[in-house]
Each structure stands twice: as C-alpha cells, then as structure tokens.
C-alpha cells in the first residue's frame, strides 16, 4: 500500500527563513509526486510536480528514491507563503492518488 | 471555463437523511474523483471514476454512492448521513482527453469544496 507521511502538522518560520517542508513516501513502484497549496479561503491547487523539475514561487522539491523523500523547499520565505501544504503521490493506478495529512506553514513577518 | 464547480457551498443534514452533491467540469477531462478533507487526516479519497460509466472505491468509500453517466458530472450521494461523515468534501478533475503535454495529464483541478454537517 502506498502512503505519504508529513510529520509536522505546523511549522512556524520567519520572514526572511529558509523553508523545509518534509514528505516521506513509501511505494513500491515508481511514484509521480506532487506539492499541493491551499491558500487560506482559495481551492486546493497543484505547486510543483517532481517530473517537472521546476521552481515554482522559488520552491523547489527533489525526489530522493534513496530516502523515499519528497521535500518541498524555500531559501527565503515570504509572508504570502502562508497556507497548507499536501504532498501527495500518484500510483500507476491513474486517480489513486494519495495525499498526506499536510502542513500548515505560517510566516511570521 | 468554470473549471470545476461543486454544489452545495454548504450544508447541513439530519442523522438519517440523504442528500447528492454536485461536481461537474467542463475541461473534458476523464478522470474525476471525489475526497475529503477532515483535520489532521489530510485529504482521502472516497471514489474516482476514469472515464463516463466507470467508477471505483477510493480509501472511505463506506456510506458514499457515485455513478458517471457523462463525461462532465460526478455526483456523490449521502444515502444515510451521519455525524461521522460531517467534513469538507472536494471533487477533482484530470486528464484531458487530448493533450500535447503527457505531464498534463495528472496534475488535479479541484472545486471549491462542500462543508458538510451532520447532526
């Protein structure tokens, strides 16, 4: 069975502050992961993708098949960074796509 | 485009009663499904459906019905609620039907959500 696991439910930074959101995946097959946003009273939208490899709103996230690990990063956070954040990862099942319990990141200006 | 709609924005039940609620796309996308989202449980999947007239159990699936009969809605149906399933529940949309990107195919496109309370 699939399951993606964030450890912190908050995570509290300073303006300014480097960003480390952690996700830990364990699937036995080859994962497509994803980051997640929900901005506060907005819908849930989709960050960044691993296979794009891509920087989104300066985040980044590197897939470590080594540490089965997913982390979503920042080098300075931004007061607009505050939301919830999802990892979630995509079976070779199409739409069975597993999401973690998330993380609330809160930016103290 | 809407995108992806849900109705309704919010509702209360009774123990007991039934009710459907409503998602519909208009991206032609294929697959839909449909989670819910409870405090310190993130989002679950309840059921999904890859295509008009095929569906499937997600991780809860107890309590919920769905059907596909096109392309473009989704509904789920309480046929008994209870208190356990007061929660906020998203519907999602992917995968075009025709697309130039491969990894255009899995991002999700989800709807405002329902709020849901069950007495």
């Known amino acids: 069975a699939q399951r993606v696991t964030q450890p912190e439910k908050l995570l509290s930074v300073f303006k300014g502050a480097p960003v480390e959101l952690k996700c830990n995946y364990s699937?036995?097959?080859?994962?497509?992961l994803f980051w997640y946003v929900q901005y506060s009273r907005q819908r849930l939208q989709l960050l960044l993708r691993h296979i794009s490899r891509e920087s989104i709103k300066g985040f980044t996230a590197d897939l470590n098949k080594g540490e089965t690990s997913f982390h979503l990063k920042k080098p300075f956070a931004q007061e607009e960074d505050s939301a919830m954040y999802y990892c979630?990862?995509?079976?070779?099942?199409?739409?069975?796509?597993?999401f973690g319990t998330g993380t609330k990141l809160q930016v103290i200006p | 485009n809407a995108g992806v709609t849900q109705t309704p924005k919010f509702q209360v039940l009774k123990t007991g009663q039934s009710m459907t609620l409503q998602c519909a796309q208009d991206m032609n996308h294929e697959y839909m499904s449909w989670y819910r989202q409870d405090p310190g449980m993130g989002l679950r999947l309840i059921h999904y459906s890859v295509g008009a007239g095929i569906t499937d159990q997600g991780e809860v699936p107890n309590g919920y019905n769905v059907s596909r009969s096109t392309t473009e809605d989704f509904p789920l149906r309480l046929l008994s609620a209870a208190p356990s399933q007061t929660s906020v529940y998203f519907c999602?949309?992917?995968?075009?039907?025709?697309?130039?990107?491969?990894?255009?195919?899995?991002?999700?496109?989800f709807g405002p959500g329902t709020r849901l309370t069950v007495l």
């Open positions: 699937y036995s097959g080859s994962p497509e």
């Open positions: 999602a949309s992917s995968k075009p039907r025709t697309s130039g990107l491969q990894s255009s195919y899995n991002e999700q496109f």
């Open positions: 979630a990862l995509r079976s070779g099942g199409y739409q069975k796509v597993t």
